[in-house]
């Protein structure tokens, strides 16, 4: 795509792509910006304004080299300065957790805006105020942007439907990111706080060929997308094998459109296991897994899901308990497990609350 722009040549056009060529003739400046990878016409964008161009140089995973061409307000620059040089850091930890950045040829840059942020392809509006507002070192807008270079703009929902793959994939990516940086119990933290704004109101997989998604009246395809993902870690049970997954739908459908379906065929294929199940309750149900539990006074634990669809019966959850933890998978129906007990002579189990999963204990089950 090509793109051009005149304004008043005290103004600059800032344009996705990379800056062919610029005239000036009768008091008005044509930038031309050309964009050499596909777009997605929603990424499409202009900015307009008395902008600073900030220039950073960046080297990949491969050792591929890309100068950053940021632009910023004048009286932002020495703010943009220091507080962009956390750009870097976050291409290089996307590119080794899902694969090479996907626009070397169109570079990156940031662009001051007017509203908070948007992932442009490769002209990011930035609007966040030059402060880290997610940790004492990230922007959130620059994390969660930057994602979408990856999760978006590169791999690409072919419906609003299965806008999840965008969104939650990039919420998701703001948790790997900060495990990446500050390791397992930053990524935990990130997420419980992102759990607590769940509303399980409409399914995350959407309405198809309808206009129906709107970002501020249903924010579960971010975060519970997310979490879906950090659910399905959680099932794994396998960290290399997981990462290996993202990498690997990622590098598959780079610069195309894809479905829901196109990722759990993914997740099948790795783990050699039919993950349907799995995708059926957490995309196409709104509710998520209830689980009632109880022990006995024989020191029998008595459990069961008491909301789930009905083939929903490959779960694992991973009970603590001493002397010894313990895996159950819950079905429809009541199932009983003894439990030895500990060197009090109690019985004492904990089941986490690290999943995608309502958990609470019931002392009437069974009865």
Not at 24 to 30: E, H, L, P, Q, V
Not at 131 to 156: F, K, M, P, Q
């Given at each position: 795509?090509?793109?051009?722009?005149?304004?008043?040549?005290?103004?600059?056009?800032?344009?996705?792509?990379?800056?062919?060529?610029?005239?000036?003739?009768?008091?008005?400046?044509?930038?031309?910006?050309?964009?050499?990878?596909?777009?997605?016409?929603?990424?499409?964008?202009?900015?307009?304004?008395?902008?600073?161009?900030?220039?950073?140089?960046?080297?990949?995973?491969?050792?591929?080299?890309?100068?950053?061409?940021?632009?910023?307000?004048?009286?932002?620059?020495?703010?943009?300065?220091?507080?962009?040089?956390?750009?870097?850091?976050?291409?290089?930890?996307?590119?080794?957790?899902?694969?090479?950045?996907?626009?070397?040829?169109?570079?990156?840059?940031?662009?001051?805006?007017?509203?908070?942020?948007?992932?442009?392809?490769?002209?990011?509006?930035?609007?966040?105020?030059?402060?880290?507002?997610?940790?004492?070192?990230?922007?959130?807008?620059?994390?969660?942007?930057?994602?979408?270079?990856?999760?978006?703009?590169?791999?690409?929902?072919?419906?609003?439907?299965?806008?999840?793959?965008?969104?939650?994939?990039?919420?998701?990516?703001?948790?790997?990111?900060?495990?990446?940086?500050?390791?397992?119990?930053?990524?935990?933290?990130?997420?419980?706080?992102?759990?607590?704004?769940?509303?399980?109101?409409?399914?995350?997989?959407?309405?198809?060929?309808?206009?129906?998604?709107h970002f501020r009246k249903n924010m579960d395809v971010y975060t519970k997308g997310a979490w879906i993902l950090h659910t399905?870690?959680?099932?794994?049970?396998?960290?290399?094998l997981f990462r290996d997954i993202l990498k690997t739908f990622y590098e598959t459908y780079q610069y195309q459109i894809v479905?829901?379906?196109?990722?759990?065929?993914?997740?099948?294929?790795?783990?050699?296991?039919?993950?349907?199940?799995?995708?059926?309750?957490?995309?196409?149900?709104?509710?998520?897994?209830?689980?009632?539990?109880?022990?006995?006074?024989?020191?029998?634990?008595?459990?069961?899901?008491?909301?789930?669809?009905?083939?929903?019966?490959?779960?694992?959850?991973?009970?603590?308990?001493?002397?010894?933890?313990?895996?159950?998978?819950?079905?429809?129906?009541?199932?009983?497990?003894?439990?030895?007990?500990?060197?009090?002579?109690?019985?004492?189990?904990?089941?986490?609350?690290?999943?995608?999963?309502?958990?609470?204990?019931?002392?009437?089950?069974?009865?």
């Amino acid at each position: 795509m090509r793109l051009h722009y005149t304004v008043s040549e005290e103004l600059m056009a800032i344009g996705n792509g990379q800056l062919e060529s610029k005239s000036t003739i009768d008091g008005k400046a044509t930038y031309n910006w050309y964009v050499s990878y596909p777009i997605n016409t929603y990424n499409v964008t202009v900015y307009i304004g008395k902008f600073k161009e900030l220039k950073q140089p960046y080297t990949g995973v491969g050792g591929e080299e890309m100068v950053l061409t940021h632009y910023v307000l004048e009286p932002n620059y020495e703010a943009a300065q220091y507080h962009f040089e956390q750009v870097p850091d976050i291409l290089y930890s996307f590119e080794q957790q899902f694969g090479t950045y996907p626009w070397y040829r169109d570079g990156f840059k940031l662009v001051e805006s007017p509203y908070e942020g948007m992932e442009h392809q490769t002209a990011i509006a930035y609007g966040n105020g030059y402060e880290n507002d997610l940790n004492e070192d990230t922007d959130y807008i620059i994390l969660h942007e930057t994602a979408h270079e990856w999760w978006g703009n590169s791999v690409t929902a072919e419906d609003l439907a299965d806008v999840w793959i965008q969104e939650g994939f990039a919420t998701y990516a703001e948790a790997l990111y900060l495990e990446d940086q500050e390791g397992k119990g930053a990524y935990d933290s990130h997420l419980f706080f992102y759990r607590l704004s769940i509303k399980n109101k409409y399914p995350v997989v959407g309405v198809r060929d309808r206009r129906w998604f709107h970002f501020r009246k249903n924010m579960d395809v971010y975060t519970k997308g997310a979490w879906i993902l950090h659910t399905l870690r959680e099932q794994i049970n396998d960290d290399d094998l997981f990462r290996d997954i993202l990498k690997t739908f990622y590098e598959t459908y780079q610069y195309q459109i894809v479905r829901s379906k196109d990722f759990v065929a993914v997740v099948n294929e790795k783990t050699g296991r039919d993950f349907q199940w799995f995708f059926d309750q957490y995309l196409y149900e709104h509710y998520v897994p209830e689980l009632e539990y109880t022990i006995t006074e024989e020191g029998e634990l008595l459990y069961k899901w008491v909301k789930a669809v009905e083939n929903f019966t490959k779960f694992r959850l991973f009970v603590e308990s001493d002397p010894m933890p313990f895996v159950i998978e819950p079905t429809l129906e009541l199932q009983r497990q003894p439990l030895p007990k500990n060197n009090s002579g109690e019985w004492n189990i904990r089941i986490p609350r690290n999943m995608l999963v309502i958990v609470r204990e019931n002392d009437k089950l069974g009865e």
